[in-house]
């Protein structure tokens, strides 16, 4: 059970903090970090991203044309975004990733490899949607879509490393399927505080064990 969620300001208590997940279980984790992962490639979800103000879509719009997304929004995007990418380095500094069945994939970031798993998903099924001449969203192409998720793999760290390792080696596997997650086993790291592990200071947030 998380207890509190310790900021620069103040403190959660106990009773308050029952609904978040516990991130030193299995559930726990994928509950964290499948939210950050809507609010990483939050634009990516954004319909908006591919239109202009006007509501045109941006392959048809001026050359220099700017998304419908306002430029308020786009700030609490990038700040978002930053906050969650802050959280899964947290994780990572708390926490390692056993998988039995696979011992050689252990030492990878485990938050990169489940993030790049969904995006991969992600353009996998824009890729099947258009070949079967499924409409999506105004404006959202693939080569679009494969656009912004590239931009944001950008700045996951680690990111377009793994990316390109799976697009040339197709049968490289990719993310876990219902199975995988059977050999899986989180451990807490050894003595490590998130301090030590980089710094802190720049997300506002203090995850210090109290």
């Known amino acids: 059970m998380v207890s509190c969620i310790p900021t620069r300001f103040d403190r959660v208590a106990d009773p308050e903090a029952q609904h978040l997940p516990n991130p030193g279980t299995l559930l726990g984790a994928l509950d964290l970090l499948a939210f950050c992962f809507l609010v990483i490639f939050g634009n990516v979800f954004d319909f908006r991203t591919y239109t202009n ?3 045109d879509p941006l392959e048809e719009a001026e050359l220099h044309d700017q998304n419908a997304i306002a430029l308020e929004e786009r700030v609490n995007i990038c700040l978002a975004r930053g906050v969650c990418l802050e959280l899964l380095r947290w994780w990572e500094s708390q926490y390692r990733v056993i998988d039995h069945a696979s011992p050689d994939l252990s030492d990878e970031a485990f938050t990169t490899r489940l993030l790049l798993g ?4 992600l ?3 824009k890729e ?4 079967e001449g499924q409409e999506g969203a105004l404006g959202c192409t693939l080569a679009l879509l494969s656009l912004q998720v590239d931009n944001v793999l950008s700045i996951i760290p680690g990111g377009r490393l793994i990316w390109e390792r799976v697009h040339n080696i197709p049968n490289d596997k990719f993310g876990y399927n219902a199975e995988d997650w059977s050999h899986i086993e989180i451990r807490e790291r050894e003595v490590q505080y998130y301090r030590e592990y980089g ?4 997300s506002g ?3 210090t064990p109290p």
Do not use: C
């Open 53 to 55: 103000a006007r509501g």
């Open 118 to 121: 969904q995006a991969a998903g």
């Open 123 to 125: 353009v996998k099924y």
């Open 128 to 131: 099947s949607a258009e070949s």
């Open 199 to 202: 710094l802190a200071e720049v």
């Open 205 to 207: 947030l203090d995850l």
